[in-house]
Nanobody
């Protein structure tokens, strides 16, 4: 079970970009999905996430510009990024909490997954 990301790239300030992430492999359920980012020399910070059927959570710096959406049936999460700024430049990581079946009796365990990261560069 792993996360596969796509959609990073180089854009100019004010432009838009969409990141996508899919859970590959057999899982029982998805508990949460979201995106983090890490700029050079900085720690990895939450950008946005959705847990269960709850509302989405956003970092203050992206509220009103970024929108996260999740499709449990397709096991995907997307991040629509509008009005991009140079300070949004970072490696973006998909993050998900899933449960997987571990034996024929139906026992499950929880896993937290991270994608490999996709680079978003916003030029001024």
């Amino acid at each position: 079970v792993q996360l596969m990301e796509s959609g990073g790239g180089l854009v100019q300030q004010g432009e838009s970009l969409v990141l996508s992430c899919v859970v590959s492999g057999s899982i029982s359920s998805i508990e949460f999905m979201g995106w983090y980012r890490q700029a050079p020399g900085k720690q990895r910070d939450l950008v946005a996430n959705i847990a269960g059927r709850g509302p989405a959570n956003y970092a203050d710096s992206v509220k009103g510009r970024f929108t996260i959406s999740r499709d449990n049936a397709e096991k995907t999460v997307s991040l629509h990024m509008n009005s991009l700024k140079p300070e949004d430049t970072a490696v973006y990581y998909c993050n998900a909490g899933v449960t997987v079946q571990v034996n024929v009796e139906g026992a499950t365990r929880s896993l937290e997954l991270w994608g490999q990261g996709t680079l978003v560069t916003v030029s001024s």
